[in-house]
T-cell receptor
Framework: EAQVTQNPRYLITVTGKKLTVTCSQNMNHEYMSWYRQDPGLGLRQIYYSMNVEVTDKGDVPEGYKVSRKEKRNFPLILESPSPNQTSLYFC?????????????FGQGTRLTVV | AQKITQTQPGMFVQEKEAVTLDCTYD???????LFWYKQPSSGEMIFLIY??????QNATEGRYSLNFQKARKSANLVISASQLGDSAMYFC?????????????FGSGTQLTVLP
């Protein structure tokens, strides 16, 4: 089954404790991205990757890191999480960057930083 | 300026009736794509429908249709014959040609509740 898999689905952590949210897709997609969803703000892009070893900042990259060492994986790293990073996070992948390609989303990771 | 504006934070509709969810967008690109996603209470994002800026016909997918008015820069989602399972958050999104990212930009969403 074609899918984007994120783990964990739920995470509660303390301020400053490094964490990684994993994302893996099995569709051989080139383009992957991370979004955060906050009430009243919709989804905002954090980072994206156009291919292996090619990553760049989205609209809200502060406090986050990513890497793309393999085509299928695109982990999101929070080196020192803070309460303002409490949010619902989505990983998404697309076959390409072209107009008519929809993004396939993971199930979401609900992160709480206390 | 907001690139995608959804002015209806919440909407109610009676089961079996049609409902229109509004979306306006702002771009100077000639080539762009418009998308609608559904997010049920379980949280996943479900792709519903796509409209390209050069498409002359309005997109349709089953009970979903997109009322695309290019001059007005609007891309409203029409759901016909609403069902209880249509209760969800709905997001309008746009992908522009400009920039290497070609990211999806989302609106703030509309929470639709279908009443029995």
């Amino acid at each position: 089954e074609a899918q984007v898999t994120q783990n964990p689905r739920y995470l509660i952590t303390v301020t400053g404790k490094k964490l990684t949210v994993t994302c893996s897709q099995n569709m051989n997609h080139e383009y992957m991205s991370w979004y955060r969803q906050d009430p009243g703000l919709g989804l905002r892009q954090i980072y994206y990757s156009m291919n292996v070893e090619v990553t760049d900042k989205g609209d809200v990259p502060e406090g986050y890191k990513v890497s793309r060492k393999e085509k299928r994986n695109f982990p999101l790293i929070l080196e020192s999480p803070s309460p303002n990073q409490t949010s619902l996070y989505f990983c998404a992948s697309s076959p390409s960057r072209w107009m008519n390609t929809e993004a396939f989303f993971g199930q979401g990771t609900r992160l709480t930083v206390v | 300026a907001q690139k995608i504006t959804q002015t209806q934070p919440g909407m109610f509709v009676q089961e079996k009736e049609a409902v229109t969810l509004d979306c306006t967008y702002d771009t100077s690109d000639q080539s762009y794509g418009l998308f609608w996603y559904k997010q049920p209470s379980s949280g996943e994002m479900i792709f519903l429908i796509y409209q390209g800026s050069y498409d002359e016909q309005n997109a349709t997918e089953g009970r979903y249709s997109l009322n695309f008015q290019k001059a007005r820069k609007s891309a409203n989602l029409v759901i016909s014959a609403s069902q209880l399972g249509d209760s969800a958050m709905y997001f309008c999104a746009m992908r522009e040609v400009s920039g290497s990212a070609r990211q999806l930009t989302f609106g703030s969403g509309t929470q639709l509740t279908v009443l029995p």
